[in-house]
């Protein structure tokens, strides 16, 4: 049987307009337009969260910001969409209209893309705080061993939490960057003047990102509580010949290159998920994708863990690659972790464009059933209370099923409603709720109080019922049960 709870994701990535916008500087309809295309293959293909890359580089796919407009946007730094609307508000809205999450993916150190001034504006944080700023890779970062920048980036984070109903904030693998050969982070005077009480460098710099990871965490979970904040890393946290508790791979490492410690923001609790960036096949001599599935599986603690995925590899370049059912054969190897509770795909094109049939092997076998997220008990265990008054009559057309219920009494925590899941049953058959194949129809409307059944056949002698969901997806007991007979 399928999942009924999973988490299935896919990153919508703006910088350089990889996915989305397609190109710099369309008109806001046609923007639209592709990100609605986006969601309805995502939306077909079983995906119930997209992590939309909002904050590329410093910059804003947003209005309400501090940061100038991205010019992966408008094409300009600076300028914002004409006609003038709110991407990430509209890109919440479409994606709850469809039952998916919406987490705003944030990189929070990548300053600009290249060292082109004319691609920031006068005002740009790098202009105005450039002793903020160390160059390294053609790119300007923020340098994480200085307090006021984390403050500030605080600040980013916490004004998209505010001003937006999203339901997660998403950090990608960007933390200090990736090493270049024979180049030096240049960062010894950082670490000269906070040592944080510090000898080595290398503990200090992960002692910088665990200060950010754990300021976000507190910042963001104190000021709506059904917020999820999650990290994805690299798919090394560290080699076993470097470190007693690391996999058995021998590739790059995010704790010794990268200085990310996600094994500690884990036992921390300061993430809700964790979501390494498992890009490599089965039997990879660096990193066998399966040793880094079971080892993260073994280190999640309670939290959940996500596996990401290769989409942008599908097309079969590279060792391992060649083979079609890769993908699929990683999300059925996960499934038979209990620990690990979803998958998230890297890049949305390539679940859009279908390649490699990997949309269809997600819409027709993997996902062929609605899924609603896991639950996070953590954040909230309280189930809302369930509908009642069901009610179902046949439409006029003589085969439709035309449903209505009552919003159930408020939850015992007194959070509001969030949605409703409508489930059918063939007669004789068991009300099994653990089963996705019942699911009929998922909302994140909670006034909706009515649906219609358009799958229903002559002959047919159905069962439904309707249960109600929270924020973080704790689900209800199920209303009053209604039987019908389709003549």
């Not at 910059?59 to 946007?73: G, N, V």
């Amino acid at each position: 049987m399928l999942p009924k709870r999973e988490l299935r994701g896919a990153w919508i990535a703006t910088v350089v307009n990889i996915d989305w916008p397609s190109a710099s500087g369309l008109g806001s309809e046609k923007q639209k337009q592709e990100l609605i295309q986006h969601l309805d293959n995502h939306q077909r293909a079983g995906i119930n969260a997209i992590m939309l890359q909002i904050r590329p580089a410093a910059d804003a796919l947003y209005a309400k910001s501090k940061e100038p407009w991205s010019r992966f946007l408008s094409g300009t730094p600076g300028k914002q969409p004409t006609p003038f609307y709110d991407p990430l508000e509209f890109a919440i809205e479409e994606a709850h209209k469809r039952g998916m999450e919406l987490h705003a993916w944030i990189n929070p150190y990548r300053a600009t893309f290249d060292l082109i001034t004319a691609n920031t504006t006068s005002d740009h944080i790098t202009r105005r705080k450039p002793n903020w700023f160390f160059v390294y890779g053609g790119k300007k970062l923020f340098n994480p061993g200085i307090p006021e920048v984390r403050e500030y980036i605080i600040g980013i984070v916490m004004d998209v939490v505010r001003n937006y109903d999203i339901d997660g904030i998403h950090f990608d693998d960007y933390f200090y960057p990736y090493p270049e050969s024979g180049k030096q982070i240049p960062d010894t005077e950082t670490f000269r003047q906070y040592p944080n009480g510090f000898k080595n460098i290398a503990d200090w710099r992960r002692n910088n990102v665990n200060l950010l990871i754990q300021m976000v965490s507190d910042s963001v979970h104190s000021a709506k509580k059904y917020m999820k904040f999650g990290v994805s890393p690299f798919g090394i946290w560290d080699n076993k010949r470097d470190h007693p508790r690391g996999s058995a791979s021998s590739g790059l490492s995010g704790y010794r290159q990268l200085y990310a410690d996600a094994l500690k923001w884990l036992e921390e609790g300061w993430v809700d998920y964790i979501n390494p960036q498992i890009y490599f096949p089965f039997g990879n001599p660096a990193a066998p994708y399966e040793v880094l599935a079971d080892w993260w599986s073994q280190h999640a603690n309670g939290k959940h863990l996500y596996i990401g995925h290769a989409a942008y590899r599908a097309d079969g370049n590279g060792a391992g690659w060649r083979d079609r059912s890769q993908i699929p054969n990683q999300v059925r190897y996960a499934r038979q972790h209990a620990h690990a509770q979803g998958s998230i795909y890297y890049s949305a094109k390539h679940i859009t464009t279908n390649v490699a049939g990997l949309r269809d092997s997600l819409q027709y076998n993997l996902y062929r059933y609605k899924s609603l997220p896991p639950t996070m008990p953590w954040l909230d265990s309280i189930a809302p209370e369930p509908p009642f008054g069901l009610l179902a009559q046949v439409a006029k057309n003589g085969t439709s099923v035309i449903l209505h219920w009552q919003p159930g009494a408020p939850a015992a925590d007194a959070e509001e409603l969030y949605g409703y899941v409508v489930y059918r049953f063939n007669a004789g058959e068991p009300l099994d709720l653990n089963n996705p194949q019942n699911i009929m129809h998922i909302t994140y409307d909670r006034t909706q109080f009515q649906y219609t059944d358009n799958m229903a056949r002559k002959n047919g002698h159905y069962r439904y019922v309707v249960t109600a969901i929270d924020r973080l997806k704790n689900e209800s007991l199920p209303s009053n049960v209604r039987e019908l007979y389709i003549e």
